[in-house]
């Protein structure tokens, strides 16, 4: 356990469901960021955010929706996605953007069908 | 695109020192180089970083080289739970958020 803790740990929907992916660190860190990692590719940054705002957007597109509602708590809502969606989806925290090492969570297994 | 080059994969024996190349011949004044590893399903893992001088933490050594444009990072006696990827990072200039992620380097501790 990192001190970031990501559910579920693996998910399964259809390109028509809405599910959302959930974050939470109790680590006093002011940053959250959300990655994808797809099949052989690198990790690709997704959102940022820095005491509850939004601070990066990375060209996401916009059935990802990101949402921080307090600095412990991070979510990714996910509607009419497609299979090449599916990926390994990490949470990470950070003291403060950009400059610290970054603390990963276990990541949640997507897979859309 | 990656700003480092790792060879793709390395072995190592258990109990030897593990050492881990990496080139950012176009790194700039004022970039660091960071190294995570990712055991296979979990997230990655911070290990160290440094701008320009050795560093050392519990888990590694971080050699970087005078004119900068490499370092290696050093598992002093590597265990099996040390085989994951390893990433070597220069942080992006273009956004005070990005670290730019390259393939990393397999490496295999082996009995």
């Known amino acids: 356990e990192t001190g970031v803790t990501q559910t579920p740990r693996h998910l399964v929907m259809g390109m028509t469901n809405k599910k959302s992916l959930k974050c939470e660190q109790h680590l006093g860190h002011n940053a959250m960021y959300w990655y994808k990692q797809s099949a052989k590719k690198p990790l690709e940054l997704m959102f940022v955010y820095s005491l509850e705002e939004r601070v990066e957007n990375n060209s996401v597109p916009s059935r990802f929706s990101p949402e921080c509602p307090n600095s412990s708590h991070l979510f990714l809502h996910l509607h009419t996605l497609q299979p090449e969606d599916s990926a390994l989806y990490l949470c990470a925290s950070s003291h403060r953007v950009g400059w610290e090492g970054y603390t990963f969570g276990s990541g949640t297994r997507l897979t859309v069908v | 695109d990656a700003k480092t080059t790792q060879p793709p994969s390395m072995d190592c024996a258990e109990g030897r020192a593990a050492n881990l190349p990496c080139n950012h011949s176009?790194?700039?004044?004022?970039?660091?180089v960071y190294w995570y590893r990712q055991i296979h399903s979990q997230g990655p893992q911070y290990i160290i970083h440094?701008?320009?001088?050795?560093e050392t933490n519990e888990m590694a050594s971080l050699i970087i080289t005078e004119d900068r444009k490499s370092s290696t990072l050093i598992l002093p006696h590597a265990t099996l739970r040390d085989t994951a990827v390893y990433y070597c990072i220069v942080r992006s200039p273009d956004s005070n958020y990005q670290l730019i992620w390259g393939a990393g380097t397999k490496l295999i501790i082996k009995p």
């Open positions: 440094g701008l320009k001088n050795n």
């Open positions: 176009t790194i700039s004044g004022n970039e660091y």
